[in-house]
């Protein structure tokens, strides 16, 4: 590696694992000779205290050390958070067949033996820190892909996919636990002719505005918003009775109506308003969550049918 390398952000940091000072010391030098930031401990315990403290990118590992031996050590490693992925180069005087097998059953990625080869070792150290940050950008990329996956493009909030998905999840908890779930389906009113008279654009943009809104009123992080379908929204309140979710559904029926949003051609209100069913109950586990989105669903056609911009409440909590 060249010592001039100018890294995006810090240096990588590498954990020297090892009782021998003069191995150690030798280490640190060749390591830092390289551009790594390091840190030394003298046994396993130590070790596992400064992985914990300052999650370096790689650990180079004695094998043989007093107390805890480098495969203890390492086993310990494996069973931390972010563990699994840090490597972990284990430096072993034994090259017996056992011992290598062993190595990599405790979660080695590689080793390497003594005596040092340190051209080997410094080749051997860029390669698996190369390796992980790459392990780590895939990891990243695949997360946003899974976010992605789950987020509605146009609004932002959950799809219907993530809806189902948690409806689901939720629905059989609560049943587990006899609690209470509760949820509430929005409807933008008369959309269609808000659509028609402003253009699909601003339709789009009311649509933002109305998620937006929506979100900022339901607080608590076990609760979700989704885009159930077209200007139809849906919120999961779980472990939230009738009167809790009554009165999310009532902030967000406001929150709507206060932005103010042009409608001329509705005729509610001279502004873009929503009508919201509400239901709430204890599932039980031999129903599908089917029966609650009925219900909710029930609960918005009356809604609608009562002159819509308000909230109805359908529901059984015994």
Known sequence: MDTNVIYEQEPPLILIVEDDRTTRMLLRRAMEKEGYRVIEAADGEEGIADFVRQ???????????????????????????????????MITSLDDPDSVDRAFEVGATDYI???????????????????NHLYQKLEFANQQLQRLALIDGLTQVANRRRF?????????RQARERSCLSLILCDVDFFKAYNDTYGHQAGDECLRLVARAIAQEVKRSADLVARYGGEEFAVILPNTDA????????????????????????????????????TSLIPE??????????????????????????????????
């Not at 599908?288 to 029930?298: F, G």
Request: proline share 5%; glycine share 6%.
């Open 164 to 172: 189902d998905e948690y409806l689901e999840r939720e629905w059989f």
């Open 113 to 131: 033996t003594k005596p040092i080869h340190w051209p080997v070792l410094r080749q051997r150290v860029r390669r698996l820190i190369e390796q």
């Open 55 to 89: 999650k370096p990118d790689i650990v180079l590992l004695d094998a043989m050390m007093p107390v805890m031996d480098g495969f203890t050590c390492c086993q310990h490693f494996q069973q931390m958070s972010g563990g699994n992925t840090t490597p972990v180069l």
């Open 285 to 318: 586990s031999e129903n599908e969550p089917a029966m609650i989105l009925s219900l909710a669903d029930k609960a918005l056609y009356q809604a609608k049918a009562s002159g819509r911009n308000q909230l109805i409440l359908i529901g059984n909590e015994e």
């Open 243 to 278: 009167v809790g979710a009554v009165y999310v559904a009532e902030n967000i029926r406001i929150q709507i109506e206060a932005l103010a949003i042009p409608h001329a051609t509705s005729t509610v209100r001279d502004r873009v308003t929503l009508s919201l069913g509400v």
